[in-house]
């Protein structure tokens, strides 16, 4: 079972970092995805790490901004957060994948709770 945390109330502007751990279930096999969901919008894959975290990947509305890394002795993966814009307000998930990077939310094998990320204009 994953679990997203770290998620909060920010000021426009803001940051916040993101952890994703996982009980049970070793993040260090999969490449690890971050997601968000706004009520009434379909979710979002919008970065990624591979699974040695050579590689990442970003949608053009985060590059810049938000930094994915992972520790995979700690079987954590993060997500680093700058320049909060209130469009970035949603509940937050990590989701792991056995087969790579994907940007389609139902590629994804496994998935956590979320955490929810307000940010205030």
Known sequence: QLQASGGGLVQSGGSLRLSCTADGFTLGYYALGWLR???GQEREAFACI???G???YYVDST??????????AENTVY???NS???EDTAVYYCAADSTGCSDNYLAYDWWG????VTVSS
């Open 37 to 39: 969901q706004v009520p």
């Open 50 to 52: 591979t699974t040695g």
């Open 54 to 56: 050579q590689t990442t």
């Open 84 to 86: 909060l814009k209130p």
């Open 113 to 116: 709770e979320g955490t929810q």
């Open 79 to 81: 997500l680093q957060m």
């Open 63 to 72: 590059k810049g901004r938000f930094t994915v890394s992972r520790d995979n």
